[in-house]
C-alpha cells in the first residue's frame, strides 16, 4: 500500500514518477509487480494523460531494452505481455506499439512465426490519434508477411503485402522494394507460380547492392525457372537467367545451360540440385510425381522435339525414363495447353513434332496467303467499280 500510495502522490509531478520508475526499471527481474502497480496507477482513466504519457513511454522503452538483453529477456517479455490490456490504446499507442514491436522481436527469434505476425498486426497503423508514417505501415506490412509465409500461410501473407503496395509506394524506396519483391517471389513460389517468384527474384538481384545478396537471388529465380512447367514463358526466363554473365558462378549453372540450349537432364544432373530444395518445393503432385520431375519430364519431352520429327511412344517413354502411357499423357496436354507443336497418332503409337521453323513456315505462309486474297479484292474492286478506285487514288 505504501508503495501504491507513493506513485498515486506522484501524478502531477513528471519528474517525481520517473524518479519511482529509474530504480524499477533497473532490476526488473525483482519489480515486476510493483511495475504492474505503477503502470495501472499511472495509466488509470482518473489521470490526465498528457501528465503521464512521457512517463508510460519511458516505462516501454525501458521493457523493449531489456526484452532485447539476453539476461533480463525472459521477465521483461512477460511483463510487457502484461502491460498490453492495462494501457489504454486511446491515450498511450505509441508506448503500446514499442512494447508489441519488442514482443515481436523475441517471438520472431524464438521462431514462434504466427504469434509475431499477430503481435505486429495488433499495432493500429491507421489511428487518428498519431500519425503514421506510410513507410513505417509498409515495413510493418511486409514483415507481417514474411512471418506468415514462414509459418506456411502464404494466403494471409498476400493480405499483407497488398496492404502494404497500397499503403505506400514502395518502388520510392529500393530496399523497401526489394524487400516487397522477396516477400511476393516467396508468396509466387509457395503458391508454385514458379516464373512469376523466379522473375521477382531476379528484379531483387538488381535492387540489392550486396553480391551475396545478389547470388542468393540469384539462385532461387534459378531454382524457380528449373521447377517451372515447360513452355515459352520458361523459355523466357531461363534465357534471361544464362544470358546474365553472374549466373556462370552458381552452383547449378550446368543445369541451366543444358535447359536453355535444350539438352536432354538426366537424374544424375538433378541429384545435387534436389538435395538442395526446400520443403515445399519436394511436394508431390496430383500425378505422384514431385515437381521436379514433372518439371524434368515436361522439359525432355520438349527437347525431343528438337531432335526428333516423329517418334514411337514407347521410344520417346524409354528416353524420359518413364513408361509409354506417361509419355503419352505429357505430350497430350503439353499439345493441348499449347506449350508444344504437334500430334499423336493413338493407333501407330507414334508422336509427330512440328519444328519451330516449321511454325514460322506455316505462319509465313498463311500470311502471304491472306495479302494475296486482299490483293485479289483490290482488283476486283477496281474491275467493277473503276470510278469509285479512281476517286479513292
Given at each position: 500500500?505504501?508503495?501504491?500510495?507513493?506513485?498515486?502522490?506522484?501524478?502531477?509531478?513528471?519528474?517525481?514518477?520517473?524518479?519511482?520508475?529509474?530504480?524499477?526499471?533497473?532490476?526488473?527481474?525483482?519489480n515486476?509487480?510493483?511495475?504492474?502497480?505503477?503502470?495501472?496507477?499511472?495509466a488509470?482513466?482518473?489521470?490526465?494523460?498528457?501528465?503521464?504519457?512521457?512517463?508510460?513511454?519511458?516505462?516501454?522503452?525501458?521493457?523493449?531494452?531489456?526484452?532485447?538483453?539476453?539476461?533480463?529477456?525472459?521477465?521483461?517479455?512477460?511483463?510487457?505481455?502484461?502491460?498490453?490490456?492495462?494501457?489504454?490504446?486511446?491515450?498511450?499507442e505509441?508506448?503500446?506499439?514499442?512494447?508489441?514491436?519488442?514482443?515481436?522481436?523475441?517471438?520472431?527469434?524464438?521462431?514462434?512465426?504466427?504469434?509475431?505476425?499477430?503481435?505486429?498486426?495488433?499495432?493500429?497503423?491507421?489511428?487518428?490519434?498519431?500519425?503514421?508514417?506510410?513507410?513505417?505501415?509498409?515495413?510493418?506490412y511486409?514483415?507481417?508477411?514474411?512471418?506468415?509465409?514462414?509459418?506456411?500461410?502464404?494466403?494471409?501473407?498476400?493480405?499483407?503485402?497488398n496492404?502494404?503496395?497500397?499503403?505506400?509506394?514502395?518502388?520510392?524506396?529500393?530496399?523497401?522494394?526489394?524487400?516487397?519483391?522477396?516477400?511476393?517471389?516467396?508468396?509466387?513460389?509457395?503458391?508454385?507460380?514458379?516464373?512469376?517468384?523466379?522473375?521477382?527474384?531476379?528484379?531483387?538481384?538488381?535492387?540489392?547492392?550486396?553480391?551475396?545478396?545478389?547470388?542468393?537471388?540469384?539462385?532461387?529465380?534459378?531454382?524457380?525457372?528449373?521447377?517451372a512447367?515447360?513452355?515459352?514463358?520458361?523459355s523466357?526466363?531461363?534465357?534471361?537467367?544464362?544470358?546474365?554473365?553472374?549466373?556462370?558462378?552458381?552452383?547449378?549453372?550446368?543445369?541451366?545451360?543444358?535447359?536453355?540450349?535444350?539438352?536432354?537432364?538426366?537424374?544424375?544432373?538433378?541429384?545435387?540440385?534436389?538435395?538442395?530444395?526446400?520443403?515445399?518445393?519436394?511436394?508431390?503432385?496430383?500425378?505422384?510425381?514431385?515437381?521436379?520431375?514433372?518439371?524434368?519430364?515436361?522439359?525432355?519431352?520438349?527437347?525431343?522435339?528438337?531432335?526428333?520429327?516423329?517418334?514411337?511412344?514407347?521410344?520417346?517413354?524409354?528416353?524420359?525414363?518413364?513408361?509409354?502411357?506417361?509419355?503419352?499423357?505429357?505430350?497430350?496436354?503439353?499439345?493441348?495447353?499449347?506449350?508444344?507443336?504437334?500430334?499423336?497418332?493413338?493407333?501407330?503409337?507414334f508422336?509427330?513434332?512440328?519444328?519451330?521453323?516449321?511454325?514460322?513456315?506455316?505462319?509465313?505462309?498463311?500470311?502471304?496467303?491472306?495479302?494475296?486474297?486482299?490483293?485479289?479484292?483490290?482488283?476486283?474492286?477496281?474491275?467493277?467499280?473503276?470510278?469509285?478506285?479512281?476517286?479513292?487514288?
Amino acid at each position: 500500500m505504501a508503495f501504491e500510495q507513493q506513485v498515486k502522490s506522484a501524478l502531477q509531478d513528471k519528474p517525481a514518477l520517473l524518479a519511482i520508475l529509474g530504480p524499477l526499471t533497473s532490476n526488473i527481474s525483482s519489480n515486476i509487480t510493483k511495475l504492474q502497480q505503477f503502470a495501472t496507477i499511472v495509466a488509470s482513466d482518473t489521470v490526465n494523460p498528457s501528465m503521464t504519457r512521457d512517463v508510460i513511454n519511458q516505462l516501454a522503452s525501458d521493457i523493449s531494452q531489456a526484452i532485447k538483453t539476453a539476461a533480463t529477456a525472459e521477465p521483461a517479455f512477460m511483463l510487457g505481455e502484461s502491460l498490453l490490456p492495462v494501457l489504454p490504446s486511446r491515450n498511450f499507442e505509441e508506448a503500446l506499439c514499442s512494447i508489441r514491436l519488442a514482443l515481436a522481436d523475441r517471438l520472431q527469434e524464438l521462431e514462434q512465426w504466427a504469434n509475431a505476425a499477430k503481435m505486429l498486426s495488433q499495432i493500429d497503423l491507421n489511428s487518428s490519434q498519431r500519425v503514421v508514417d506510410p513507410k513505417f505501415k509498409a515495413q510493418i506490412y511486409i514483415r507481417i508477411a514474411g512471418l506468415y509465409i514462414e509459418n506456411d500461410e502464404a494466403h494471409k501473407a498476400e493480405t499483407y503485402t497488398n496492404r502494404a503496395a497500397l499503403s505506400y509506394d514502395v518502388d520510392m524506396d529500393s530496399a523497401l522494394k526489394a524487400e516487397y519483391q522477396v516477400q511476393m517471389a516467396r508468396i509466387d513460389d509457395s503458391k508454385r507460380k514458379f516464373v512469376e517468384a523466379g522473375r521477382r527474384y531476379l528484379t531483387v538481384s538488381f535492387l540489392v547492392p550486396d553480391e551475396s545478396l545478389q547470388e542468393t537471388a540469384l539462385t532461387q529465380a534459378l531454382t524457380c525457372a528449373i521447377l517451372a512447367p515447360a513452355g515459352p514463358q520458361r523459355s523466357r526466363l531461363l534465357a534471361t537467367l544464362y544470358q546474365d554473365e553472374r549466373c556462370s558462378q552458381l552452383a547449378n549453372f550446368s543445369i541451366l545451360e543444358a535447359m536453355h540450349l535444350g539438352r536432354i537432364v538426366t537424374q544424375g544432373q538433378l541429384k545435387p540440385f534436389s538435395d538442395m530444395l526446400l520443403p515445399h518445393q519436394r511436394a508431390t503432385t496430383a500425378k505422384g510425381k514431385t515437381i521436379l520431375e514433372e518439371a524434368m519430364l515436361q522439359h525432355n519431352l520438349l527437347s525431343a522435339t528438337k531432335v526428333y520429327t516423329n517418334i514411337s511412344l514407347e521410344q520417346l517413354g524409354g528416353l524420359l525414363q518413364v513408361s509409354a502411357e506417361e509419355a503419352e499423357d505429357a505430350a497430350a496436354e503439353m499439345i493441348a495447353e499449347g506449350r508444344m507443336q504437334g500430334s499423336i497418332n493413338q493407333q501407330d503409337g507414334f508422336v509427330d513434332f512440328v519444328a519451330q521453323g516449321d511454325i514460322i513456315r506455316a505462319w509465313d505462309k498463311n500470311i502471304g496467303a491472306i495479302c494475296q486474297e486482299v490483293a485479289s479484292a483490290v482488283e476486283a474492286i477496281r474491275a467493277k467499280h473503276p470510278n469509285l478506285v479512281k476517286a479513292s487514288e
